[in-house]
T-cell receptor, first 112, second 109 residues
Framework: KAGVTQTPRYLIKTRGQQVTLSCSPISGHRSVSWYQQTPGQGLQFLFEYFSETQRNKGNFPGRFSGRQFSNSRSEMNVSTLELGDSALYLC???????????FGQGTRLTVV | GQNIDQPTEMTATEGAIVQINCTYQTSGFNGLFWYQQHAGEAPTFLSYNVLDGLEEKGRFSSFLSRSKGYSYLLLKELQMKDSASYLCAVPPNNNDMRFGAGTRLTVKP
């Protein structure tokens, strides 16, 4: 069965712009979580969606937002990009019970 | 709140054994996960502990002590391909997966 798919894989944006990243979870998985990974900070939790509802949110500013659609696909949006937003953005899907999460390959965002 | 601590970096020799520790403080506990992440790749699942004790899976073993808020990942017969980051994750509930910053392991010949 297909894994978690994230698009695009690479992205270059300019400061002040906004960006939308997409994540298609494994079929049947209704929970999608987003993470930001930078060399200095490790894997930081952004938010988690289940059945189109945001259930948890990490400590990120309001410029970071997301949503989930009825088919469980999720998008995250970052507005007014800053240089510090340059990172690998990973999404993971899971069934929501005590099982492992499966990660996509990530979107590497570079803000210049 | 939640706090997960792991050593930042470790180095070991091919063929040796290495133990990567993880200590945590969480508002809730739904098991502890270990993931492996090679540079430039997505994290992949290694192990899951929900009860105290040692879980062995081939060259990798994971230990949990809930009363001490402590876990370790033990890697035996190290191979060069084991050079990666190892992430400890402790979900406070069923709704999200919180990770430590990870331990970057370098295996040298």
């Amino acid at each position: 069965k297909a894994g978690v798919t994230q698009t695009p894989r690479y992205l270059i944006k300019t400061r002040g712009q906004q960006v939308t990243l997409s994540c298609s979870p494994i079929s049947g998985h209704r929970s999608v979580s987003w993470y930001q990974q930078t060399p200095g900070q490790g894997l930081q939790f952004l938010f988690e969606y289940f059945s189109e509802t945001q259930r948890n949110k990490g400590n990120f500013p309001g410029r970071f937002s997301g949503r989930q659609f009825s088919n469980s696909r999720s998008e995250m949006n970052v507005s007014t990009l800053e240089l510090g937003d340059s990172a690998l953005y990973l999404c993971a899907s899971w069934t929501g019970s005590n099982t492992e999460a499966f990660f996509g390959q990530g979107t590497r965002l570079t803000v210049v | 709140g939640q706090n997960i601590d792991q050593p930042t970096e470790m180095t070991a020799t091919e063929g040796a054994i290495v133990q990567i520790n993880c200590t945590y403080q969480t508002s809730g506990f739904n098991g502890l996960f270990w993931y492996q992440q090679h540079a430039g790749e997505a994290p992949t699942f290694l192990s899951y502990n929900v009860l105290d004790g040692l879980e062995e899976k081939g060259r990798f073993s994971s230990f949990l002590s809930r009363s001490k808020g402590y876990s370790y990942l033990l890697l035996k017969e190290l191979q060069m391909k084991d050079s990666a980051s190892y992430l400890c994750a402790v979900p406070p509930n069923n709704n999200d997966m919180r990770f430590g910053a990870g331990t970057r392991l370098t295996v040298k010949p």
